[in-house]
């Protein structure tokens, strides 16, 4: 098996635990699947690396101005159009989701592609640009009544987790989604005691399913 077949297997393997590396090798993946002649079968590796490559792209951009002052630029909202439609369609791995929600203002639905961070056998959503952000504010307005979509539609009920109860999700949130480390201002490897100082300042919600209707009576 040459170098490049051996990349193309093993690297869509490492990228899904989603650590630092997995936007790494899926560069390195994609350049290898491209450089070697490949069967068909190995489109949905080439595609997968693709993915990853963009994702380190966004990473990469993100650290500089798409969000300054916590809003995000033309540039960020074109990303953000193309990753909604990514992550709806379920190329990356499961914790990254489309949110759709009504807007607040408008009652149309708004599409925010989002990585979730899995704690304690839960999902919960956290707002790296804190408590002036569209969706949230939308989410709020919605009552937390939502669709989160990944290859299909599932409608949550989404419950804000108070903030003494953030501390925990927040640094789980930094070491699993790591393009949201530029906008929170504590190293994911500091102590629990350090995210409890800013946890105010970030929400978070506890991924549900929705409750199904009550049934009226014959």
Not at 108 to 119: K, S, V, W
Not at 132 to 137: E, L, P, Q, R
Request: charged share 20%; glycine share 8%; with cysteine.
């Amino acid at each position: 098996m040459s170098v490049g077949a051996a990349l193309a297997l093993i690297g869509p393997a490492i990228a899904v635990h989603q650590t630092d590396w997995a936007y790494l090798v899926g560069i390195v993946t994609a350049a290898a699947v491209m450089a070697v002649s490949v069967p068909l079968r190995n489109v949905v590796i080439v595609a997968f690396g693709s993915c990853a490559l963009l994702g380190y792209i966004t990473v990469i951009v993100l650290q500089y101005d798409m969000y300054q002052g916590g809003k995000g630029n033309a540039t960020a909202r074109r990303f953000s159009r193309l990753w909604a439609t990514v992550f709806g369609m379920g190329l990356q791995p499961k914790r990254w989701v489309t949110l759709e929600v009504p807007g607040r203002s408008s009652g149309r639905i708004t599409r925010f592609p989002l990585g979730m961070a899995q704690a304690d056998g839960q999902w919960y959503l956290v707002s790296m640009l804190g408590e002036d952000c569209n969706w949230v504010k939308n989410v709020r307005a919605a009552g937390g009544k939502v669709t989160l979509r990944r290859r299909r539609a599932r409608s949550c009920q989404l419950i804000e987790v108070p903030p003494e109860e953030r501390a925990l999700i927040i640094k789980r949130y930094l070491a699993q989604v790591p393009g949201a480390r530029p906008h929170i201002p504590v190293d994911r490897r500091s102590a629990l005691a350090e995210f409890q100082t800013i946890a105010e300042k970030y929400p978070v919600f506890r991924v549900t399913p929705a409750a199904a209707p009550a049934l009226g009576r014959a």
